[in-house]
């Protein structure tokens, strides 16, 4: 089965001898450079993590509008967009300008957030809770009324005076991208979360941990979310296809660099922890070996075949040139052996 295939990058920096991004203008600028080269190199998107207070990539619109003035045809993403930090209404603008930029190829990932940085950063932000409401549930509401706004309806009563013409009706938020509201992803690390998005209409995203709700092996448990996914969407009878994407750090043993960097990871396994206190969660195993062992392994994937969009979690931080070689040995090496090519 023929998959798209994008990277997905924390944008990390730091003043460290080994890195090639050491202040955040470096992260931006080579992860522009690095949109630019997956493109050429025939890679299906770009995608990026969303962390605040935190030395990696924030507020992602900038960016996005950047790679989306420079290249033509990769989708252009983020894997997620913590809602509880948005201005539903401002990120609206905020995604119809960069969508229209790109020509209409973002694809927004957001979700309730992860752990973050700082407790309840949020609230640094401006934004509270309603009374009885978790953060949580915040996010989800934060979601729906961004959904509803990519509509395009008009909803605000125009001023009887206003400085410039106003068309009849009430007003929408401008500018408006059609089709943007189909390209809405979100960030599902439970079952339940994956079938509340489905009932919305929103595109899932899966990552490499999800909580663990059977003990069952990283990759058997999400592909049973994708299923349960899958059957909500046909269930809530949405007239288009819905897409899926995993995410996966996979590395091809080809030079000796790469054996250095990352042979030691394919030996490892999935592993169970916390990411929260009351929430023990599994995490998938990496994937690091010489092509022909990754194509045996890759296909006992369950969770990959499920998926019709796979993002290639990379290193960043070892700047753009060794970043496309990983990603092009993928390309050649691995991905015409799965028939993902």
Do not use: C
């Not at 990120?91 to 790109?102: F, N, P, Q, Y």
């Amino acid at each position: 089965m023929t998959k798209k295939i994008g990277f997905l990058s924390f944008g990390h920096w730091s003043n460290h001898p080994s890195y090639q991004t050491r202040t955040a203008a470096d992260t931006l600028l080579q992860s522009i450079d690095l949109a630019v080269a997956a493109e050429e190199i025939g890679l299906d998107g770009a995608y990026f993590r969303v962390h605040h207070f935190a030395r990696q990539l924030a507020s992602p619109f900038p960016l996005l509008a950047a790679i989306g003035a420079k290249t033509s045809k990769i989708e252009i993403g983020t894997g997620v967009i913590d809602m509880r930090y948005e201005n539903p209404l401002y990120m609206v603008e905020d995604a119809g300008a960069a969508d229209l930029i790109s020509g209409g190829r973002l694809q927004l990932g957001i979700s309730r957030g992860s752990p973050e940085q700082v407790i309840e950063g949020w609230r640094y932000f401006g934004y509270d809770l309603a009374e009885g409401e978790t953060d949580a549930e915040m996010g989800r509401t934060k979601a729906l009324e961004f959904l509803a706004q990519l509509k395009g309806a008009g909803f605000a009563k125009p001023n009887p005076y206003p400085m410039f013409p106003n068309p009849p009706g009430l007003l929408r938020l401008e500018p408006h991208s059609e089709g943007l509201r189909d390209r809405i992803w979100w960030g599902a690390a439970s079952n339940a979360t994956a079938v509340w998005a489905a009932e919305q209409g929103m595109n899932l995203q899966s990552s490499t941990l999800k909580f663990d709700e059977s003990g069952k092996p990283f990759h058997i448990q999400q592909a049973e979310q994708i299923r349960l996914y899958k059957e909500a969407w046909k269930k809530a009878g949405h007239r288009r296809e819905p897409r899926v994407s995993v995410s996966r750090s996979i590395f091809a043993l080809i030079t000796d660099q790469d054996r250095y960097y990352f042979g030691q990871q394919g030996k490892g396994a999935d592993s169970f922890g916390y990411i929260e206190a009351d929430k023990r969660a599994v995490f998938g195993k990496s994937y690091a070996a010489e092509p022909d062992q990754l194509i045996k392994e890759l296909a006992l994937d369950e969770a990959i075949q499920e998926a019709d969009t796979l993002l290639l979690t990379i290193p960043n931080t070892l700047g753009v040139d060794y970043n496309i070689h990983v990603l092009s040995a993928i390309l050649e090496h691995v991905a015409p052996g799965l028939g993902w090519r």
